[in-house]
Nanobody, 116 residues
Framework: QVQVVESGGGLVQAGGSLRLSCATS?????????MAWYRQAPGKQRELVAL???????NYADSVKGRFTISRDRAKRTAYLQMDSLKPEDTAVYYC?????????WGQGTRVTVSS
């Protein structure tokens, strides 16, 4: 079973930056197809923020394009989300997802709070 652990959340002022990390274990890196970041704000549904495929192709939600960058270190089995120019509406719990042929694995989430 794949274990997923997020880190890097915190409190930041609007316009600031944070870097989230998503570490996986319990699986060989090549068996992970995609890694993605989702977020869930209070009272809202969980939404896809960014995704990176095994080949390095990326996809972003329109609301974060140009501000967030997803990357992946295959050797470390870790994905990152660099978040710049943060806005109060980015406040949410951010979850990492690792998808394999067996299904999806989720972390517990890391909270990001952006103050205005």
């Amino acid at each position: 079973q794949v274990q997923v652990v997020e880190s890097g959340g915190g409190l930041v002022q609007a316009g600031g930056s944070l870097r989230l990390s998503c570490a996986t274990s319990g699986i060989i890196s090549n068996f992970i197809n995609t890694m993605a970041w989702y977020r869930q704000a209070p009272g809202k549904q969980r939404e896809l923020v960014a995704l990176i495929s095994s080949g390095g192709n990326t996809n972003y939600a329109d609301s974060v394009k140009g501000r967030f960058t997803i990357s992946r270190d295959r050797a470390k089995r870790t994905a990152y989300l660099q978040m710049d120019s943060l806005k109060p509406e980015d406040t949410a719990v951010y979850y990492c997802n690792a998808r394999t042929r067996s299904g999806d694995s989720w972390g517990q989430g890391t909270r990001v709070t952006v103050s205005s």
